[in-house]
């Protein structure tokens, strides 16, 4: 079946795509955006975390076919540009990233929260990420990183 | 495959008779893995997103919610929380944000899965679901009745999960999970808990502990006879443990992966003690809800 | 200096803008996919593959099998001669693959595949009294199964218990994914891989083929911590076959669920402990036996005993290992292999033997230091594991431990728990290129892996700070076997291996600019290690560290909660403050994992391992991990290599179980000698 949708502002038309495809596969593998991960194909990682209409969802349990007319925004839409949102930087600057293939899932999710929660508490950090596996780092780090992104913007918004 | 977009009731109701072997999928939480995993490939998927009626709420006239079956954890939590506080504790424990984003009780119900976090708290606030075909119209059965045997329920292969139907608790309610980690945790077991003042009554509900969610009704009748509801004195301990030990009765776990059987029925008695105790504690505090 | 400083990653931005190339994302025309048929039965044979349904799917390439699949030149290494044999040694084993133009399609087909077998019976589950328990030649890497010396003397305290360790799953976030590329006679293997140049040279002598005609390439790797190691795991065999076979590029993208049984796993284990000592607690005689499951498809002995080996003074000391070779999938390397499960053992056994002597646990650790290393006799190159244990304990306010099973906090029970920890850190021969760019800039290449633990980065100080220019004008290339030979990144040993040749090379081209008068593009400087490595002086070079734990266990449901760990690590200099941090973490709560929540449950009925999924298979969440700290000593270590840096990659998971159980202990007064501890085996225990 055919797919039309958009993607981090643009329209896209998958063709031939086959009615039981999730939504991460169209993606990686006919839209050419691998920035969103595969990892378990079944919600346990949140590593394909993505935006569908403004609400993040793991995009390996979203059919393909639900997406239609639907907007999507992935990790590669974050950055305006060559200019990485204060998320990514955080990201970078706090050591948050090691392997890199939980990350694209956990920036989605925690640029969702930042956007919702303009000062949010560490439990709150916590509940946001619950769904984001990560075996490298111990999640320290990552938490860093979502605490310095948000206290920017509160800054940034005084 | 096909894949199915009604964009009505009447629409999907017609699709599902035309095709009973269609998979009605909403959140997908658990129709996709089924399909990633590939364990089997339906004829159809039936997408409900688009019948928007099913992600609505309204409040009927016999008093109760009805909830519509596509209707988010996520919104639960935030518009339904006062009023089912037992459902958006249970809610709460679901999956992730994403998965409390994306799953809803209309999934839950239709997969039927003796761990899935819903079931507890609908028990225990006697839900009813409503469920329709285009050929019989609409039934309603009891959550009670619901469930009927492991990932089976009394719903036809031509009907459809619309809504369930639940009074506001009119009482303080409960819902306790045990898991191996602090998130993201299939229940090992669950109870859910809720108080009925106004009949002097109590609701249970057993997750993961049984070949189907279950009530235990000995121990509702038990508690329900020996708390003290209009004098308002506190909890006896001794009646808290012996609703405990009647509960795990109600239960007939098994051991697998996640747990053994002991060990479900050891933290079933110790999640009815403490729901019950901290559920008596609110209605002595005349509050109508707490969270645990 | 550019060396120990907090540099940012480098490849930080590719990865948090979603533009870092994994192997399975190479974008590469006419690709098509490959699904495995895994065999159903745990041992056997193949009797028939009927692939005629499967044939007959409109967009099915071809499907291989035995008897229908190209010939491997190499079939020594069982696991490895995938589709060259009838015989099914474990369930989940590769018996047919099928190719077709789309991943569903494949998928779809691989179902229609019907295998036929001559099924026997299959032994799957590893006892202490397993009948077929054997002595292995040598446990890895190289060392002898058994070693003994000293005579037993009868001790005024002993301790004699069994701990037993689940089979664990490495789960990296990143599956395996191969993307296999012949053109002509020449195959580009896109893989996920902790060594490029190793895995080339493992591939080119399966196929046949000279190492030339072989590139893998693998840019940035979505974890590996041992289950992407060499030798490969067979679905990169399985590619490149695939690929030869249809003459087009393949994919094949392993699923989660196929890791359980493919990929590797660390092997379950039986670990008998003796200590015999003095009621001042000076150890007179130790004996570690270890008793674990290898596959019957190819051996892994897993070197369990070696710490006991090496760790603590004793005037007796025995150590054994004992396999059962069973009808399972393949064990391998999973992160600090021998030493992560080894030190639980021992060091939950020096907890058992404090409490008879009445020592503190920390106390009894710095009375049995030894002098030298007990089992070469050579100098420690450093060793400063008391240092580690008494500032720990001071940070950590060790001193306010209490009695076993005494202090309750509502409906909680509080202890404390210490664990030492140690890994071996050695170097192993490696080349680099460096080379002054046209713009003037500097270009460091080695076949380095960096698999997440921030080797690209820390190779980029090292050249930086070797030839004395800021890191923005070097640029280091890793992750393709074309590029000067590095050893894989394995053993806590990449750093220190690709370090020293980077820093050699770029000490070169720094005197070999001298030499010119100016940094004149093209002229460029090639080291080799191997030399060196060969020659260096006899020392026991090992890492230390302290873990400490404090654990709450809920009096009614058995749950566990660590609200505070803490590390402190001997690791030798540490390269980048920043990435270290993370990896000493990121281990210790791995060693969360393996106390507290993971296990993977073997169905001894169908020879499978039940929970193979993220589900089931529980990883720590951040909710798990709560306050947890690194630190660690400045200790350049000069004998260890130039560098004076020892390898942080795995000794952060060393100990954290033990400090964890250890502290179990201490809140509930109960010893609990099966890992996971769980709440189903605590419940019956608390008071």
Known sequence: MRVNFTVNGVEQTADDVWEGESLLYVLRERVGLPGSKNACEQGECGSCTVYLDGTPVCACLVAAGQAEGREVRTVEGLADGERLDPIQEAFVECGAVQCGFCTPGL???????????????????????????????GYEKILDAVRLAAARKAEAGR | MEFLRPTSWGEALAAKADAPGAVPIAGGT??????????????????LNRVGELATWSEEEDGRLRVGAAVPYARIIGELGGRLPGLAMAARTVGSPQIRNRGTVGGNLGAASPAGDSHPPLLAADAEIEVESAARGTRMIPAGEFYTGVKRSALAPDELIRAFHVRPAEGPQQFSKIGTRNAMVIAVCSFGLAL????????????????????????????????????????DERVARRFGELAARAAAPIDDVRGTAEYRLHALSVMARRTLTWAWKDYLNGGATACA | MELGAPLDRVEGWDKVAGRARYSGEQRVAGVCHAVAVQAEIAHGEVLAVDATAARAVPGVIDVLAYGDAPALADTSDFEL??????????????????????????????????????????DVELTPDHPGLYRPEKISPDDPPDTGEGEETPAEVSVDVTYETPAFHNNPMEPHATLAVWEGDHLTLYDSTQGAAAQRDALAALLGMPAERVRVVAHHVGGGFGSKGVPPRPNSVLAALCARRVGRPVKLAVTR???????????????????????????????????????????????????????YAARARRTTHRLARLDVPVNSWMRAPGECPGMYALESAMDELAEACGIDPVELRIRNEPERDPDSGNPFSSRRLVECLRLGAERFGWSSRPEPGTRREGRHLVGMGVAAATYPAAARPAQALARVADDGSFTVSIAAADIGTGARTALTQIAADALGVPVA??????????????????????????????LRACEGLRDGIARYGGAEPGLECRADTSGEIKNQEAYARHSFGAQFAEVRVDVDSGEIRVPRMLGVFAAGRVMNARLARSQFVGGMVMGLGMALTEESRMD???????????????????????????????????????????GIGEIGIVGAAAAIGNAVHNATGHRFRRLPISPPSVIPHLP
Request: negative net charge; aromatic residues 6%; glycine residues 8%.
């Open chain 2, 196 to 235: 009925h003042p106004s009949d002097q009554r109590i609701g249970t509900g057993i997750g993961s502990a049984a070949p189907t969610p279950r009530r235990a009704f000995e121990a509702e009748e038990y508690a329900a006879g020996e708390l003290d509801w209009a004098g308002r004195s506190p909890l």
């Open chain 3, 473 to 502: 004008r070097v640029r280091v290339e890793i992750g393709d076997s074309a590029l000067p030979y590095g050893p894989l990144a394995g053993g806590s040993m990449g750093n220190a291996s690709w370090g020293w040749a980077v």
């Open chain 3, 81 to 122: 001669a995938v589709l060259q044999s009838p015989r099914v040694a474990y369930r989940g084993q590769i018996v047919a693959a099928v190719v077709a133009e789309t991943l569903e399609i494949a998928r779809h087909a691989q179902r229609l595949v019907r295998v036929t077998y001559d099924e026997l019976g299959h």
């Open chain 3, 604 to 646: 001894r009925e169908f020879g499978d391992y039940l929970n193979h999924d993220l589900a089931q298979y529980h990883v720590p969440v951040n909710a798990d991990v709560l306050g947890i700290d690194a630190i660690w000593l400045d200790d350049p270590d000069p004998h260890a290599n130039p560098l004076g840096g020892k």
């Open chain 1, 107 to 137: 920036l989605v999710q925690a640029h969702d929260l930042i956007e919702r929660v303009p000062e949010p508490s560490d439990p709150e950090i916590r509940e946001a990420l619950a769904g984001n596996l990560c075996r490298c780092t």
């Open chain 3, 257 to 311: 669920q196929q890791m359980f049984s493919i990929t590797g796993y660390r092997t379950p284990t039986f670990q008998r402990m003796r200590i015999g000592a003095s009621k001042d607690g000076r150890i007179a005689d130790i004996e570690h036996h270890v008793i674990e499951q290898t596959s019957t498809a190819r051996e892994f002995a897993e070197q369990s005993g070696v710490v006991t080996r090496m760790m």
């Open chain 2, 30 to 47: 658990d129709v996709m893995v089924e399909l990633n995993f590939d364990k089997h490939r339906p004829e159809a998927l039936l997408d």
